[in-house]
């Protein structure tokens, strides 16, 4: 299994402003992924991130809004950009190493 | 057809009964279908998974149940406990597990009264 780190864990953030999310495993792994939970909802993935290769977006997230950098294979960051108060969510860091792992999450508030 | 089908929306289950949740998938690509378990303010904790190539799998009071033919599989929780309560979500993934992107259902909030 892998150990992942999330920071910060939760923030509340004026409106306009943005906000990098930090993400930290404690070994090497090829498939990082970012996803956005609304409070008692489900999982939606945002982005795909690779090491060494452009973060793959789904459908209705797009990179000038969630730029996510990927520099070396334990680490990657999600930026939240501009934010509204829908950006208020829970952001979920992931890590596939044949099976996904979870980071504890970050709780965003925007106002 | 990137969707899973999630039910029951939420659950109440004696301590010691059985809990079962079901879940439906309509790509036959799917080939992994982890079952995740989140408990307030954390993140989801994978449980038990399974590939189509077997019926069942069960490691201690969890069971999943693959239906290939119908496209289905469910969580069994036997001897349900207090300390089980908790969101579950049933997902999928194709082309070598997951290590591709996961597709998730809906979450079953299940609640074991002592």
């Given at each position: 299994?892998?150990?992942?780190s ?5 923030d ?8 990098t999310i930090?993400?930290?495993?404690d ?11 609304q409070?008692?909802?489900s999982?939606t ?10 973060a793959?977006?789904?459908?209705g997230?797009v ?5 996510i950098?990927r520099?070396?294979l ?8 501009n ?8 952001y979920?860091?992931?890590a596939a ?6 980071g504890?999450g ?6 | ?10 659950l ?27 408990f ?9 998974a399974?590939r ?25 929780i ?5 300390g ?13 597990g997951?290590?591709n992107?996961l597709?998730f ?10």
């Open positions: 299994s892998a150990v992942i999330q920071k910060p864990s939760r509340i953030c004026q409106r306009g402003t943005s906000l930090q993400c930290q495993v070994s090497q792994v090829t498939m990082m992924f970012w996803y956005r939970q409070p008692g909802q999982l993935l945002i982005a795909t991130a690779n090491q060494g290769s452009e793959t977006y789904e459908s997230f990179i000038d809004k969630f730029p950098s520099p070396n334990t680490f990657s960051t999600l930026t939240v950009s934010m509204s108060p829908e950006d208020s969510s829970i979920l860091c992931s190493t044949g099976e996904a792992f979870f504890q970050t709780r965003l508030t925007v106002v | 057809q990137q969707q899973v089908k999630q039910s029951p929306q939420s109440i289950v004696q301590k010691g009964g059985i809990s079962i949740i079901n879940c439906a998938y309509e790509n036959t690509a799917f080939d992994y279908f982890p079952w995740y378990q989140q307030p303010g954390k993140g989801p904790a994978l449980l038990i399974i189509p190539d077997v019926s069942e799998k069960k490691e201690g009071r969890f069971t999943i149940s693959f239906n290939k033919s119908a496209k289905q599989f469910s969580l069994h036997m001897d349900s406990q207090p089980d309560s908790a969101t579950y979500f049933c997902a999928a993934s194709m082309r070598g997951a290590t992107k597709i259902g809906t979450g079953t909030l299940l609640a074991v009264q002592p």
